[in-house]
């Protein structure tokens, strides 16, 4: 069946510019996870929605960086005033509810100039 | 704080021989293990899990061994081929807390032929 898929697949933007990054989950996946890679760094969590729960946001580096999940199914990031230190990969993951395996998108590589 | 690490960043194995990939955590919270491997340009795939209340989970040619004890995990692959070239990650979750996963920077396997 079909992965889970992410849009767009690279993002360039100046600084200071908004972006919104979109992920769709795997059809009938209740989680559904949002991280980033740094250049030369582990894949690092920012946000987490279960169900029709309250997100856990504490991963979220900053207050420029929010996430919704509409009808709990497809996600987007969005990024506000764009920094050079937020250029990263941003990928999406999804898993069913009762199990503890993610599985992830291709990812957004996203450059901020 | 690197709460899950994997301190070999680079790892080369001939073909046929056995690959050791090792990692180490210190949250003593977490209760669930995974291993992904990715290839440039893609997002992680999903290889192997271990729960807390076991020590080995096989799957094929891949075994994660856990030293609880030790706060220790490792990933064999034997035998090594070369279409296993690729960037191991360790990760790790508290599935108590919800299923956010941290990971480890990664290993880079080479297998050569």
């Known amino acids: 069946g079909a992965g889970v898929s992410q849009s767009p697949s690279n993002k360039v933007t100046e600084k200071g510019k908004d972006v919104e990054l979109r992920c769709d989950p795997i059809s009938g996946h209740t989680a559904l996870y949002w991280y980033r890679q740094s250049l030369g760094q582990g894949l690092e969590f920012l946000i987490y929605f279960q169900g029709n729960s309250a997100p856990d946001k504490s991963g979220l580096p900053s207050d420029r960086f929010s996430a919704e999940r509409t009808g709990g199914s497809v996600s987007t990031l969005t990024i506000q005033r764009t920094q050079q230190e937020d250029s990263a990969v941003y990928l999406c993951?999804?898993?069913?509810?009762?199990?503890?395996?993610?599985?992830f998108g291709p990812g957004t590589r996203l450059l901020v100039l | 704080d690197q709460q899950v690490k994997q301190n070999s960043p680079s790892l080369s194995v001939q073909e046929g021989r056995i690959s050791i990939l090792n990692c180490d955590y210190t949250?003593?919270?977490?209760?669930?293990f995974l291993w992904y491997k990715k290839y440039p340009a893609e997002g992680p795939t999903f290889l192997i899990s271990i729960s807390s209340i076991k020590d080995k989970n096989e799957d094929g040619r891949f075994t994660v061994f856990l030293n609880k004890s030790a706060k220790h995990l490792s990933l064999h692959i034997v035998p090594s081929q070369p279409g296993d070239s690729a960037v191991y990650f360790c990760?790790?979750?508290?599935?108590?807390?919800?299923?956010?996963?941290?990971f480890g920077t990664g290993t880079q396997l080479k297998v050569e032929l």
């Open positions: 990760a790790a979750s508290d599935t108590g807390g919800g299923n956010k996963l941290t």
């Open positions: 993951a999804s898993s069913p509810a009762t199990s503890e395996t993610q599985y």
């Open positions: 949250n003593s919270m977490f209760d669930y």
